[in-house]
T-cell receptor, first 116, second 111 residues
Framework: GAVVSQHPSWVICKSGTSVKIECRSL??????MFWYRQFPKQSLMLMAT?????????EQGVEKDKFLINHASLTLSTLTVTSAHPEDSSFYIC????????????FGPGTRLTVT | QKEVEQNSGPLSVPEGAIASLNCTYS??????FFWYRQYSGKSPELIMS????GDKEDGRFTAQLNKASQYVSLLIRDSQPSDSATYLC???????????FGPGTRLSVLP
């Protein structure tokens, strides 16, 4: 149980284009999903908290107009990187929290984005 | 500012030994604590959660929590080379939904 998927697992795009990443909870409902970014040899950095049916809460320093988050259902959240630049190249990971009340977060496999 | 601290390592232990990973946190109001394992190039995987003072055992893993001293540890018994990874400590504070992650400790189990 507690499986989270992400799609795509890796993507290469050109500078200036937009990329959408999907995060799905496969066997549980998640009212809350989280989006993280991780650069090589660094720890996880929380970008935003996504709540189903409401606007995402962004961490300080994260541009909400650049990183668009939509949490339209209890099993799906999407992150769109708009007008991507090479410095956006990173490992993007989502996690989901079960609605059952447990605080545990389950991570998706991650999406490796390379902007050329 | 809420902080979670871990020794970055690397921590090297021989195969079969006990690996001890430590984590300290700054906010006494913290209520939930988690250990994640992350292999290189992969996403974190939940190993243990602990909410009450004392020990919690799951297979070869034991999490220990001491809220008075504000530390949480993870013991790995009979360490295997496959345990070689970065171990992340995560703390959920009393308010808010998100975790604060430590920088991680890199563990190397030598055959």
């Amino acid at each position: 149980g507690a499986v989270v998927s992400q799609h795509p697992s890796w993507v290469i795009c050109k500078s200036g284009t937009s990329v959408k990443i999907e995060c799905r909870s496969l066997d549980f409902q998640a009212t809350t999903m989280f989006w993280y970014r991780q650069f090589p040899k660094q720890s996880l950095m929380l970008m935003a908290t996504s709540n189903e049916g409401s606007k995402a809460t962004y961490e300080q320093g994260v541009e909400k107009d650049k990183f668009l988050i939509n949490h339209a259902s209890l099993t799906l959240s999407t992150l769109t990187v708009t007008s991507a630049h090479p410095e956006d190249s990173s490992f993007y990971i989502c996690s989901a929290r079960d609605t059952s009340g447990s605080y545990e977060q389950y991570f998706g496999p991650g999406t490796r984005l390379t902007v050329t | 500012q809420k902080e979670v601290e871990q020794n970055s390592g690397p921590l090297s232990v021989p195969e079969g030994a006990i690996a001890s990973l430590n984590c300290t946190y700054s906010d006494r109001g913290s209520q939930s604590f988690f250990w994640y394992r992350q292999y290189s190039g992969k996403s974190p995987e939940l190993i243990m959660s602990i909410y009450s003072n004392g020990d919690k055992e799951d297979g070869r893993f034991t999490a220990q929590l001491n809220k008075a001293s504000q530390y949480v540890s993870l013991l790995i018994r009979d360490s295997q080379p496959s345990d070689s990874a970065t171990y992340l400590c995560a703390v959920k504070y009393n308010y808010g939904q998100n975790f604060v992650f430590g920088p991680g400790t890199r563990l190397s189990v030598l055959p």
